[in-house]
């Protein structure tokens, strides 16, 4: 149905109540661990991609997770644009998705970005939500999972830094199964170690994370 909000009932269970507590967001009443694609191919793009990983743990309602390696990746799209550097951030944030996204255009706004309307041409920085919980949400202007994530390489090979294996992405697939089927040709790790992550405590997926960390929660 055009318009729905898909949950399933873990995420319906922690996420029922939407309150309006900080002046400007839509929150949750429990957070949710979310996954965030960063790319950019224009004007110093591992710059502007570190700089937006620093910025989305500064969000308001959230606690960046772990950050993965950066990737210099081919482009997809139009031919002619430059390499681009692609990452992917985990976050646990009480952020509503609609409020999510006004904060990525915010910081992709900071940044310089215009939008000229070319689909999946060159851009400073591109911010998109891939997997938000166990939710799945289909209306005008965001769709969750991202459209396009089962298909690309340079958002798959980045996740599997800062998600487990067995990461079910809603209604799309088992992200260790995505990845085999997906042409890895073109994705090179930058070098150096994944920043941050915490593998440890992503267990079994965003609910599986979600429970291990309220239990070590308990009790602090
Ligand atoms: N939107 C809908 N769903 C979402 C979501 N889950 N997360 C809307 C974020 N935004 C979402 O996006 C258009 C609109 O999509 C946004 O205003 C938002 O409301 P856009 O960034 O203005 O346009 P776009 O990026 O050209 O379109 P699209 O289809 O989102 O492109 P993608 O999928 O982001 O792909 N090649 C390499 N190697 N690496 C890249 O990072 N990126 C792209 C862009 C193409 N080729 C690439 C890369
Ligand atoms: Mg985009």
Redesign the pocket.
Known sequence: MPGAVFFTDAFEAASMTLTDSSPGWLTLDAPVAVWI?????LQEPERQVRAAIGELAALPESHLQAASRLYR?????PPGQP??I?AVACLETRLAPRAL?AE??RI?LAHGRR?DG????P?IL?????VYGDAR?DEP????????MAR?A??LVPLADVAPPDLAVPGVGILAELLERCERD??EPLGGQAAGVNLSAIKSGATGYLEERSKNNRGK
């Open positions: 694609g960063l790319g950019s191919n990746t081919a482009p997809v799209g390499d681009y692609n996204l990525l255009h992709e939008r070319t689909r999946w041409g851009r591109d911010l998109d939500i891939l949400f202007g965001l769709t969750i999972p991202h459209p396009e690309r340079f958002v073109g994705v």
